[in-house]
């Protein structure tokens, strides 16, 4: 009993003290607490001993015993002074943040980036994870490039260009592109674009220090002879390209551009980053080859997603070229990440080669086809003044011109009060627009949500 009177004496004794201290402040020690309560050294210790596990009092060993912080009366940290070290904030970031951000409740989604939960084949995709993840051999060190049946997979989808060697797995699109961005150039250079082109590159182009120059696109794709001049003014060396169902406009290169595209590349001895991220997202007739296809000297760079096509946690991609541009890209990979999760290859390549991948990308086709419709509908009935640029035949969005005179940013700020999120058309330019524009998605909402996102949207306009 007397020696449980003497720990709450201690501990009282200590509480106060600490609480009437400044955080980090010095209390009486061991020998002072001691004498004043003629308490043992062991009775002292386990009262300390309490009040560190309450969170009163931290121990230092050696030092002694200190006022621990306490919430809500802790010393404010002062960040600022990392602004200086920081230097200024990347471009592009916020419109990245703005176009991963996560849809409020009530909210509907006429942007994004991935395709509504109902038309993901998570069944399948969590059935083939399953499965993998009960093998140990899955959970072992695989080769840093990635397994050679799914680099097999993505080079036989690639054409007879690039063979499985020549492929590097990585954790996505963005990750790809990133670190291809990083390995064929270096700060300073010059990237040319599209434009308008996805947002996403150019985020990362401005990351890696490169100097952006758009080479205008219109229904057709890119245009050869703007971009042979660009090529022959910039001294470029590496042009970013999406031939297909291209985010954000929606254009697909035509057949006759593709040949003048190829050759300008080659006369400017430079590379070509096809980014293929649609391959799978057709709607009105099988697509037609990658670019690398037909590339047997090197100059195309090719990337290709299944993430788009199937669910935003499928973080599974390749990238591959020929000759020393492949081998400088999988050192590049391999110095970001080392290598791709073993059971998520696994999955990945178990699902796109069994039946369940045909059948989804079937009905996929169908339904993308039925939302794409749903919402050229409603803009015709809602949005008269607002013009779809050409009919998409396949990706995720419509690419809308705004009526001469439409802040397209503040339009969107509008729609997002009236609770349908759309994405300006602003950002998507690697100089000043031509005009106002907004990317529409038709992937991310059900067709009944399209009707009235639509409606939402043309409040705002109003």
Same mark, same amino acid.
């Given at each position: ?24 402040? $010095? ?66 970031? $916020? /419109? ?51 397994? /050679? ?12 260009? %690039? ?13 790809? =592109? ?12 010059? =990237? ?44 470029? &060396? %590496? ?19 593709? &040949? ?30 990658? %670019? ?36 400088? =890209? ?13 059971? %998520? $290859? ?117």
């Amino acid at each position: 009993m007397g020696n449980s009177n003497a720990v709450a004496r201690v501990i009282q004794d200590l509480r106060e003290h600490a609480t009437a201290a400044t955080p980090g402040a $010095q209390l009486p020690s061991v020998r002072e607490l001691t004498a004043r309560h003629q308490a043992s050294p062991v009775t002292v210790a386990q009262a300390i001993r309490q009040l560190v596990a309450e969170g009163v009092v931290e121990a230092r060993p050696g030092k002694g015993t200190y006022a621990a912080a306490r919430p809500g009366h802790a010393q404010a940290a002062d960040l600022s002074w990392q602004t200086v070290a920081l230097g200024p904030a990347p471009a592009g970031e $916020q /419109e990245m943040q703005a176009l991963l951000a996560i849809l409020q409740p009530g909210a509907i989604a006429l942007s994004g980036g991935y395709l509504e939960p109902a038309l993901q084949p998570v069944a399948a995709l969590g059935a083939a994870l399953a499965r993998a993840a009960r093998q140990p051999a899955a959970w072992a060190r695989g080769p840093v490039e990635g397994r /050679e049946d799914l680099r097999a997979w993505f080079a036989r989808e690639a054409g007879a260009g %690039l063979r499985a060697e020549d492929m590097v797995i990585c954790p996505g699109g963005q990750a790809a =592109l990133s670190s291809a961005l990083r390995v064929l150039s270096s700060p300073g250079d010059v =990237l040319l674009v599209e434009s308008p082109t996805y947002l996403g590159a150019l985020a990362a182009a401005r990351a890696a220090g490169l100097r952006v120059v758009p080479v205008p696109a219109d229904a057709d794709g890119v245009r050869p002879d703007q971009l042979a001049t660009a090529f022959a003014r910039t001294g470029a &060396r %590496l042009f970013y390209c999406q031939p297909l169902y291209a985010n954000p406009h929606g254009a697909t290169l035509r057949p006759d551009r593709r &040949r003048a595209v190829m050759d300008a590349v080659r006369a400017a001895g430079a590379f070509l980053i096809e980014d293929d991220y649609a391959r799978d997202l057709a709607i009105e007739s099988d697509p037609p080859p990658p %670019l690398a296809a037909d590339d047997l000297d090197g100059h195309v760079v090719y990337l290709r997603s299944l993430t788009k096509a199937a669910a935003p946690g499928l973080r599974v991609a390749a990238i591959g070229a020929r000759g020393p541009a492949g081998a400088r =890209l999988r050192a590049g990979r391999l110095l970001d990440d080392f290598y791709v999760s073993g059971p %998520l $290859q696994q999955a990945a390549v178990e699902f796109v080669t069994a039946p369940a991948w045909g059948r989804h990308l079937r009905t996929l086709r169908s339904a993308l086809r039925a939302r794409r419709d749903a919402l050229l509908d409603a803009i015709r009935r809602h949005l008269p003044t607002v013009t779809p640029v050409g009919v998409p035949r396949g990706g995720l969005h419509l690419w809308v011109r705004l009526p001469d005179g439409t802040d397209d940013v503040t339009l969107a700020a509008k729609a997002a009060a009236e609770q349908v999120i759309v994405f300006p058309g602003r950002p998507w330019y690697a100089a000043e627009p031509p005009a106002p524009h907004l990317r529409l998605t038709y992937a991310a909402a059900p067709p009944d949500d399209l009707e009235e996102g639509t409606r939402r949207l043309a409040h705002a306009l109003r």
